[in-house]
């Protein structure tokens, strides 16, 4: 469930970390379901937005182009959907499902979303049938490092920095986060996702 973040304007993000976990291994994931071919007609009834409903500020869009359907949100990227059947989505390589549901008149009025074969499904609810670019996600190059600290301790630092500045040569603030977990996560997408506000 995504979470609301106070952050502005910081285009840098740095982490430290002492120590780190135990990588634990990887979860395998169900392969696929065989994707059909719907046509574009059908597939314009499922554009729009898409509010949550325990969480009215989070707003997903559904847009069509080029007869692919996609979605993305503030704090999601773009993501491909493939049809499954009509009414149920899935997202190539991930373990995402999505159903629209209709009503009596069958015009889409909602979205179930779950992550993950057990994972709870999320409802969201047909706000408007235009779509809106929600997306402000930003490229950044992720560099590990060692910093020695007086004491002769190296810390493990994982460093996001927008790309675009590594060209501009342009001075920026920077946002500094102390964790004892394990960094795998912190990525261009943890970033996007988690402080959109930084993305924008």
């Known amino acids: 469930m995504p ?31 065989a994707a059909i071919s719907l046509p574009a007609g059908t597939l314009a009834g499922y554009v729009g937005q898409y509010r ?20 993305e949100g503030e704090r999601s990227p773009r993501l491909e959907l493939s049809a499954e059947s009509p009414d149920h989505f899935f997202v190539p390589g991930e373990s995402v499902t999505l ?7 069958c ?5 179930s979303t779950r992550f993950g074969a057990s994972g709870p499904a999320h409802t969201m609810v047909r706000t408007s049938d235009q779509p ?11 560099t590990d490092a060692m910093i020695p600290m007086r004491d002769g ?3 493990h630092v994982v460093i996001l920095r927008p790309t675009v500045s590594e060209t501009s040569g342009e ?27 930084l993305a924008a």
């Open 99 to 105: 159903v629209f549901e209709r009503d009596a008149t």
């Open 52 to 71: 949550n409903a325990e969480e009215p500020d989070v707003v997903e869009s559904v847009s069509l182009a080029s007869g692919r359907l996609s979605i």
């Open 3 to 33: 979470l609301r973040n106070a952050c502005k304007l910081i285009p840098v993000f740095a982490l430290a970390c002492v120590s780190c976990t135990p990588i634990r291994a990887q979860e395998t994931r169900p392969a696929d379901p």
């Open 153 to 155: 301790i190296k810390l």
């Open 171 to 197: 001075p920026r603030p920077f946002l500094l986060h102390r964790t004892p977990s394990r960094v795998d996560g912190y990525s261009p997408s943890f970033v996007n996702a988690g402080k959109p506000e």
């Open 132 to 142: 809106a670019p929600l997306n402000h996600f930003r490229d950044y190059t992720r």
């Open 107 to 111: 015009k889409i009025t909602s979205l």
